[in-house]
């Protein structure tokens, strides 16, 4: 049976949320503070936190940084506030979700489930092999994502959307798809998707400020890019020419001619030598010139006959 800690100063709102959660089937232990917060998940670690955003003393926030600096616990946060700046605050500091007050209890049991079944099954998905992507190692059987050999910690909301969007490389994908197929939601708060892009980009990408990695789309979402991903440079249909103005044959399909050899495929363009002059010497390596042909001029039409 999982233990949810609820904390909450409101008594009403606390025995609610707890009757509802232990009818849901869970244990759940409650604090009316911060710090009773903390003492309890030390004493007996939980397997979730709902917690208030307004406490007196130490806040919500201050309480979820202690908290996920000790361990990895999923938080979500309750909050009477309406201003998104507060919601995105708490999404910052680490919680995996948000529900504001008024809400709906059956709606926070469903939240919480949904944050556990996640954190047990890799965002309902098979654990399937190691993802492995420009230094980068996530690790579905043990959540663990490494950079270069170093051990990343990730929130599971966090860990969830990067295994997404290195399972679909070059692909654009909508915050609408990730907040369905990541968070498990048909509707909610679109802000969320890019609160975790953002903190996300913190932790894997060498400068956040450019990322390489996780791309915006504009107007669409975001895409994971790798090297392998990345477009090769666009073929060229230009024609070399020699400084002497003679065209060379050379490029992807054409035959190059070297003076000192048969004639070569040129898929891997052949180097373009230096001109060389009339008296250069005999079996001189340099592509032999080909004229660039020139339009004819115009046959001038037969003059009529004359008769004296």
């Not at 949904?114 to 959540?143: E, F, Q």
Request: glycine share 10%.
């Amino acid at each position: 049976m999982h233990t949810i800690l609820v904390v909450d100063d409101d008594p009403t709102v606390a025995e609610v949320v707890t009757g509802y959660l232990e009818r849901a089937g869970f244990s759940v232990d409650r604090a009316a503070d911060g710090p009773e917060a903390l003492r309890l998940a030390a004493a007996s670690p939980p397997a979730l936190v709902v917690l208030d955003l307004m406490l007196p003393g130490m806040d919500g926030l201050e309480v979820c940084r202690r908290l996920r600096a000790d361990a990895p616990v999923p938080v979500i946060m309750l909050t009477a506030r309406g201003d998104e700046d507060d919601r995105i605050l708490g999404l910052e500091v680490g919680a995996d979700d948000y529900v504001t007050k008024p809400f709906s209890p059956r709606e926070l049991v469903l939240r919480v489930e949904s944050v556990l079944r996640r954190g047990r099954t890799g965002a309902g998905r098979p654990p399937g092999p190691v993802l492995r992507s420009a230094g980068i190692a996530l690790d579905p059987v043990a959540r663990r994502v490494t950079k270069d050999g170093r051990v990343i910690s990730l929130t599971l909301r966090e860990f969830d959307l990067l295994a997404h969007l290195m399972r679909h490389p070059g692909r654009a994908i909508d915050r609408e798809t990730l907040m369905r197929e990541v968070w498990g939601w048909d509707f909610g708060d679109l802000s969320t998707v890019t609160v975790h892009v953002r903190r996300l980009r913190g932790k894997i990408e060498n400068d956040p400020a450019k990322p390489r990695l996780i791309q915006t789309v504009w107007g669409v979402g975001y895409r994971f890019d790798t090297p392998a991903t990345t477009d090769p440079p666009p073929a060229t249909d230009a024609v070399p020419v020699r400084g002497d103005g003679e065209a060379l044959v050379r490029g992807v399909g054409a035959m190059a001619v070297r003076g000192d050899g048969p004639p070569v495929r040129g898929d891997a363009p052949a180097p373009v030598p230096p001109a060389r002059s009339a008296s250069g010497p005999p079996g001189d390596p340099a592509a032999i010139p080909v004229p660039v042909p020139t339009p004819e001029a115009p046959v001038p039409a037969p003059e009529a006959p004359r008769h004296a």
